[in-house]
């Protein structure tokens, strides 16, 4: 099992800034991909950015340029920085991960945008 536990959300200002963390825990290894997913209220669960662990990224559309993933291999950390936050990226981020097939989630974490 691989548990997963997010950081960093919070209320921020439109043009503002955070930076999302996510520990991995347990059975760590073999884990390839790390990334970040979102859903706002009403919404579906969406793609954000993720990376693979020989560090291939994909983003979505709507966040290129703006948000960045970067990973620890080593400390088994995914981080989503954010940028230049729009209103719309207003949602509870979820990390994610595979293993082995497997789908893990952490509880994830909320993000405010608002004046």
């Known amino acids: 099992q691989v548990q997963l536990v997010e950081s960093g959300g919070g209320t921020v200002q439109p043009g503002g800034s955070l930076r999302l963390s996510c520990a991995a825990s347990g059975t760590i290894f073999s884990i390839t991909v790390m990334g970040w997913y979102r859903q706002a209220p009403g919404k579906q669960r969406e793609l954000v950015a993720s990376?693979?662990?020989?560090?291939?990224?994909n983003y979505a559309a709507s966040v290129k340029g703006r948000f960045t993933i970067s990973r620890d291999n080593a400390e088994n950390t995914v981080y989503l920085q954010m940028s230049s936050l729009k209103p719309e990226d207003t949602a509870v981020y979820y990390c994610?991960?595979?293993?082995?097939?497997?789908?893990?989630w952490g509880q994830g974490t909320e993000v405010t945008v608002s004046s």
């Open positions: 994610q991960c595979l293993r082995l097939g497997n789908v893990y």
């Open positions: 990376m693979t662990l020989d560090g291939v990224t």
